[in-house]
């Protein structure tokens, strides 16, 4: 049986996610966790205030609950992004890396979503391939294939079970 601890999870994929893999592992067996407190997750199933750039506690809460699997749902999307440049990198990045950080040192396997975002205005758009030119003009974008690159670099260096999709727009209606 997994046991999860997912970073980010009040958002518009953490919100319908959380609830879809207690599910199926079993409310106890899923940690939800964000940065600010999130009420209809806490009701459901475990769920601590987290902040992800904070490594130090991300390791504590994966070694308090025997996590093996850590779901980095932590983002500042698009638009925001565009209108804070920095902060976008700091947060999109340092999250990821904390997490894989984490993940080397307690031997979990790490999901992260990946975007659409991670093409650009080179990239081919008709059939576009899995591995083709990506120039995203975004620093949301920037974020992502650096993400992507970070996340096999993990894999192929210390064997960690690293995963991704590139989703594209996805709203969520509880959120
Ligand atoms: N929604 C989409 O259209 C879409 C598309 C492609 C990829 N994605 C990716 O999916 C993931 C989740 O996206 P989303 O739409 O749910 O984003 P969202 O903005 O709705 O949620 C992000 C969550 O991260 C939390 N957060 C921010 N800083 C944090 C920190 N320092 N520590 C802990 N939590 C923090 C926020 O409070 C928020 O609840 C992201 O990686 C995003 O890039 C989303």
């Avoid at 970073?7 to 899923?30: C, D, H, K, M, T």
């Avoid at 950080?101 to 991670?118: D, M, Y």
Wanted: aromatic residues 8%.
């Amino acid at each position: 049986m997994k046991k999860i601890l997912i970073v980010g999870a009040g958002g518009q994929i953490g919100s319908e996610l959380v609830p879809y893999l207690r599910g199926i592992y079993g409310a106890n067996n899923v940690v939800a966790t964000d940065v600010r407190e999130c009420k209809g997750l806490a009701e459901e199933g475990p769920f601590e205030v987290l902040d992800a750039l904070n490594p130090t506690n991300m390791a504590s809460a994966v070694a308090r609950h025997n996590i093996d699997t850590i779901f980095n749902l932590v983002a500042l999307l698009s638009a925001v992004g565009e209108r804070n440049p920095q902060m976008a990198w700091n947060i999109n990045m340092n999250a990821l890396f904390n997490s894989l950080e984490v993940a080397r040192q307690h031997n979990c396997a790490v999901f992260t979503p990946s975007s659409i975002g991670a093409f650009g205005p080179t990239s081919p758009k008709d059939m576009t391939p899995q591995d083709t030119i990506m120039q995203p003009t975004t620093i949301y974008g920037i974020c992502k294939v650096t993400g992507e690159l970070l996340s096999n670099y993990y894999h192929q260096k210390y064997g960690i079970d690293t995963r991704s999709i590139r989703f594209p727009g996805i709203i969520s209606n509880k959120t």
